[in-house]
């Protein structure tokens, strides 16, 4: 295996990161998140000035902690999609830039690639084929991998994203930017039992024949938008009560999310018959759903495997990694690749020559 040098700054975090042989060499991330709080969201152009202002110091803090010299680096990688096109830009043209000055070869990867490989940093032996659980800011999907590269979506969202419903109700219960993290924390204070909100599943229409009226449900695919609308109605019905409870609202929603994502992980699992759910994305830090989908992995005989939480939210050790993957195939790609707001996962291997 190879040593790749990896630039990720396809939203709020300017990273950079040094992996060899699946092992984390350096990984520095600076977060943006002060900067954005202000307007409860991420502002691109605010996003792509600082990456450009970070990325110099970052690609130099990196190499200095890997302790290698440019000779020892073997190819350099950068997030060329998806994510913000401005954002994107910075990270893959300091990456070409250092790869034409340093003649090294240039990978372009995916995020969700990057997602689904950090798994691999905090387990070494692991070996496809394996379901993914992506949950992120901006993704919610259930992969089947095969190989690095090969790819199949089984499941996904039809509207919010599990970390976009996180950060939509921590807004509308005044809790702040990014709302998963503070959610989770208050969350610890109250009760899971004390609101029974919707799970949004997504109709398949009524089943015809036996068990005929009954309504069958998408086994896979998942739909926050219900959710998030029950909390928005029942958080105005109870202001009007008295002050809002908070930690009981938290909790519940918290606990409606991650079961509505276990049951989905499990039974994917289990029909395709994959032994190993590896969660990936931001909301994999979510304390609940840890707990939900680990026990339930442990009664149905599978394994859940969540990487430590600097691994579950934006890092370039993840982007490095999966680079490291496609050129120990012999996969670069060419300086002529351009970002792209979007790029089904499907076609990963479009990204390289
Ligand atoms: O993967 P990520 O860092 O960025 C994207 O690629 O989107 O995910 C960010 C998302 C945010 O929506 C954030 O609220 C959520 O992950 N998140 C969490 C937790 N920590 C981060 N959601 C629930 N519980 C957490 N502990
Ligand atoms: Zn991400």
Redesign the pocket.
Known sequence: MAAILAIET??D?TAVAIVKDRKVLSSIVSSQIELHRTYGGVVPELASRQHLEWVNPAIAQAMEEAQLSWAEIDGIAATVTPGLVGALLVGTMAAKSLAMLYKKPFLGVH?LEG?IHATYLDQPSLQPPFLCLLV????TSLIHVRASGDYTTLGQTRDD????A??KV?RLIDLGY????A??KLAKQGNSQTFKLPEGRISLGKHQGKGQGKAKYHPYDSSFSGLKTAVLRLTEQLKAEGPLPKADLAASF?YTVAKALTKRAIACAKDFNLSTIAVG???A???E?RRQLTAAAQSEGLQALFPPLAL???NAAMIACAACEHFSQGRSSSLQLNVQSRTPLEKVLSLYE
Not at 136 to 139: L, T
């Open positions: 396809s939203c975090e995020h997602h992120s800011g901006g993704h994203a599990a970390g976009e996180f950060d921590a990014p709302g998963g993290p959610i989770d918290q994305g931001g909301v830090a979510n304390s759903l579950c939210t934006d």
